[in-house]
């Protein structure tokens, strides 16, 4: 009985000390593990804010920042890849048989856009700069994917010139004088050349850069067109005014959500070629940086303004994906924004009269009809294409307009703004010249403006942001697993705490049974055997028990 009763004071004893150092522990570990979680709960918005901050401030176009730097003289190249549309049986189509058109090219060009004489206002809200572009041809890029035409193959086209001064006779706002001459001029060249003038011909560096025509310099003359030649393309800006008045962009200083966007392009602050007043509001960026930290508003539209288009168009988010590394998130043209007044009643300001699919430029154009679709009639209503035979079909992955942004600092990482510039031929009251052709609408160009950052650029953006918000974001969520571990042991070891005390009162009951054992008298061990084994067993279960 003795050595039982003090073999379960050892076992009852021994185990004090290891739950009372588990208490102490287990609080420990409470402590630690809340103050843990607490830290990186209650620092991450201040640290987060903060950053946010610094983004602000360097991505705003105050002087002496590198985005002022960037967006003064870009890094990345911008390339135009252009293709014009050749009319394969020009001798059919002018005597009314379906056009048969086949893109020519890519004749690849780099852009170079210079901000000349560039200051700011007292305030810092303002940047003024005289704008400027040029192109340079590249031929090594343009051997690489066409090595099958060349600038000075010719190619046949609608003949513009013409269909200039049809469209100023049927819509123009001219005086009968004028009027009285190009019907006059028609007739003669309606003389001379007969059907086969609805057509012309020349080379393609000609058709793109500028060639000589006689009824463009009578039109010149008359004020009813900028130049006295024929161009699909301007070897810098199409606007007389970009050297006479000056461009004005919000520097963000004091409002980080207008950086880069227009003020004032050319000196105003409409297109004034459209049916509304916010129609023709200049909105928007030139599309190559919009606001910082998209990351906490993604859905929100992004608004370019093109001066191709004379229009502000807004872009709307579509996916997520990455380039060079860098996550960036993509936004295309919303199928609404080309719709026509039936399905979108809101686009008759943009005189969307006609099918969906394509913007009406004719009020922008002297009343030449010209009409903007995606590339390749991409997404355009078919009835658009349905009297041209067009050898290549459309593809969304090569044939539409998307940027790809870094939703942190705003900035285009890669880019592709693809444009296709269309000419209605159809039937005209006031002159039977294009009686004999049948209604269509010819693709004349179609330009695939691009540009990426290049691999140097996209590591030095990762390391200077990317990199340490991603340690932020990782550093976070560590300490919260690391702090949540700690309770979660701490825990683990209140369970084994009262399951020792469970154990313990137990241990009481079996030692207040012992009490109650009697110890065989040593002289009869024969005669109390079965008490002698009854004291074994109970020995024995106490064992078990404590095991």
């Not at 003289?73 to 049986?89: E, G």
């Not at 609408?441 to 918000?469: R, Y």
């Not at 932020?472 to 042991?489: K, Q, R």
Request: contains cysteine; hydrophobic residues 35%.
């Amino acid at each position: 009985k003795q050595w039982y009763q003090r073999r379960v004071r050892d076992v009852k004893w021994g185990t004090m000390p290891s739950v009372r150092c588990q208490q102490v522990c287990g609080l420990l570990l409470t402590v630690i593990g809340v103050f843990i979680i607490t830290c990186a709960v209650v620092g991450r918005k201040p640290l987060g804010t903060y950053i946010d901050n610094m983004i602000k401030q360097q991505v705003s176009l105050a002087p002496g920042t590198k985005t002022y730097e960037s967006w003064q003289n870009p890094p990345v190249p911008i390339y135009d890849d252009i293709y014009l549309f050749n009319i394969t049986n020009p001798n059919e189509f002018n005597r009314g048989e379906k056009a048969i058109v086949e893109p020519v090219g890519p004749f690849i060009y780099q852009k170079h856009e210079l901000k000349q004489s560039a200051n700011f206002s007292g305030d810092l809200k303002y940047a003024m700069y005289f704008d400027y572009e040029y192109f340079v041809y590249d031929e090594e890029q343009t051997l690489l994917y066409n090595n099958v035409t060349t600038l000075n193959d010719t190619i046949y086209i609608p003949n513009l010139p013409l269909l200039t001064v049809v469209a100023q006779i049927s819509h123009g706002s001219i005086s009968e004088a004028i009027k009285t001459a190009l019907e006059m001029l028609v007739e003669k060249y309606e003389r001379t050349h007969g059907v086969e003038f609805i057509t012309l011909n020349g080379t393609i560096h000609d058709i793109l850069w500028g060639m000589d025509d006689p009824i463009m310099k009578v039109l010149n003359a008359l004020k009813l067109a900028p130049t006295p030649q024929l161009a699909l393309q301007f070897n810098g800006s199409i606007d007389p005014a970009a050297m006479s008045f000056p461009t004005v962009v919000y520097t963000g200083n004091s409002d980080i959500s207008k950086v880069a966007a227009y003020h004032l392009f050319h000196g105003r602050n409409s297109s004034g070629c459209w049916g509304t007043d916010a129609a023709n509001t200049i909105n928007g960026t030139e599309g190559s940086m919009f606001e910082p930290l998209l990351v906490y508003n993604k859905s929100k539209s992004l608004t370019i303004y093109n001066e191709q288009l004379f229009r502000s168009v807004d872009l709307t988010f579509t996916n997520e994906s990455s380039f060079e590394g860098i996550p960036c998130y993509e936004y295309r043209i919303p199928d609404w924004a080309l719709q026509n007044v039936t399905n979108n009643p809101t686009n008759s300001a943009y005189y969307a009269w006609k099918y969906s699919g394509m913007l009406n430029l004719t009020q922008c154009s002297s009343n030449v009809p010209l009409y903007i679709t995606k590339s390749m009639f991409l997404d355009a209503d078919p009835r658009i294409a349905e009297n041209v035979s067009l050898s290549v079909q459309a593809n969304k992955s090569l044939h539409d307009t998307y940027l790809c942004v870094e939703p942190y600092t705003g900035v285009v990482v890669n880019g592709h703004k693809r444009v296709q510039i269309n000419v209605q031929i159809e039937h005209h009251k006031t002159s039977g010249i294009l009686n004999n052709t049948r209604p269509a609408f010819i693709p004349l160009i179609t330009v695939d403006e691009h540009g990426s950052i290049t691999k140097e650029l996209a590591d030095q953006l990762n390391s200077a942001l990317l990199i340490p918000i991603s340690i932020m974001h990782v550093a976070f969520y560590l300490l919260c697993a690391f702090g949540t571990t700690l309770v979660l042991c701490s825990f683990i070891l209140g369970v084994r705490i009262i399951s020792r005390k469970i154990s313990s009162k137990s241990d009481n009951e079996l030692l207040i049974q012992a009490d109650d054992v009697q110890e065989p008298e040593t002289g009869n061990v024969s005669d109390n055997s079965d008490q002698y084994l009854s004291f074994e067993g109970k020995t024995s279960r106490y064992y078990e028990a404590s095991e």
